[in-house]
């Protein structure tokens, strides 16, 4: 069978071709995609193929790296897929009413070769029960055992009292990761041991404190136009007198929450003749 294939469209990031018999009969239109790394690359090629479907009366069939994917399902491993990355991808596909032909063979076409591991993410209750409660649960276990150290002061309780604070680090550790993946954010490590933890603290506050000094050009603010004059500052360096003070205290309101010294305005002003010349 002699098939006829001629080109329909040829764009930098996909060709389509309107494949049949050679008798005009049996056709159908194939896209072979190579779409680019960003997001705004991309939307021109779904932007183009949407306009595409306009000319396509037929079957169509999609093919390529689309450098995304349809349903989370589609990826394991690495950063989370976000929804809102595929929302352009899925919206193309809706607009031009294909559907995933699905596929043979292995689910995965690709890794970046790194050795498979369990995440997080996928473990269950049943297996390492509620982390949070578990961290607590340990933490209680060295507090009691902290106290009865404190008044057996033997051997045995201080070893056991080691074992027990390494379990109750390890699963802050696995909170701590859990943590982690769930917000991809860049954590730091656990520092164990009264010296390490020593330098540590003593390295950063070296660091806080050790900043280079902050120049500033006071030239800078000779732009800005002085709009008070010499009696203005005067007048606002001055103390208020009693008059004014006197003024102040009986605008506020009387059922006013309490200052930082317990009162309110009522206070203040019931008792104006004792305070007023202190």
Excluded at 62 to 81: A, Q, T
Excluded at 92 to 97: A, F, Q
Excluded at 123 to 140: D, F, L, Y
Aim: glycine share 8%; aromatic share 10%.
């Amino acid at each position: 069978m002699n098939l006829h294939a001629p080109m329909l469209a040829s764009e930098d990031q996909y060709i389509t071709w309107y494949v049949d018999n050679g008798i005009g009969t049996n056709g159908g239109y194939i896209s072979t995609v190579h779409a680019k790394i960003t997001t705004t690359e991309r939307r021109e090629l779904w932007d183009s193929l949407t306009s595409l479907n306009a000319q396509v009366d037929g079957p169509w069939f999609y093919k390529g790296d689309f450098i995304i994917i349809l349903e989370p399902g589609e990826k394991r491993g690495g950063i989370p897929n976000r929804a809102y990355k595929s929302f352009d991808f899925v919206t193309c596909m809706n607009d031009c009413g294909v559907k995933d032909a699905g596929f043979v063979g292995s689910n995965f076409t690709w890794c970046n070769n790194r050795r498979p591991r369990r995440r997080l993410s996928t473990w269950s209750k049943e297996e390492i029960g509620e982390i949070n409660q578990k961290v607590e649960e340990w933490e209680a276990i060295v507090q009691g055992l902290e106290d009865q150290d404190l008044n057996v002061n033997k051997e045995e309780s201080r070893a056991e009292l080691n074992k027990v604070q390494a379990e109750s680090v390890k699963w802050m550790t696995l909170r701590e990761a859990l943590l982690k993946e769930k917000s991809q954010i860049t954590w730091g490590r656990w520092i164990l041991g009264d010296e390490k933890i020593c330098k540590a603290t003593v390295k950063y506050f070296e660091k806080l404190f050790n900043q280079p000094t902050l120049v500033v050009d006071r030239n800078l603010i000779d732009c800005i136009p002085n709009c008070k004059t010499k009696d203005d500052n005067v007048y606002l360096s001055q103390h208020p007198d009693e008059e004014e003070i006197k003024e102040a205290v009986f605008d506020m309101i009387v059922t006013s929450s309490a200052g930082l010294d317990g009162f309110n305005g009522m206070l203040y002003q019931k008792c104006w003749d004792i305070i007023k010349g202190s």
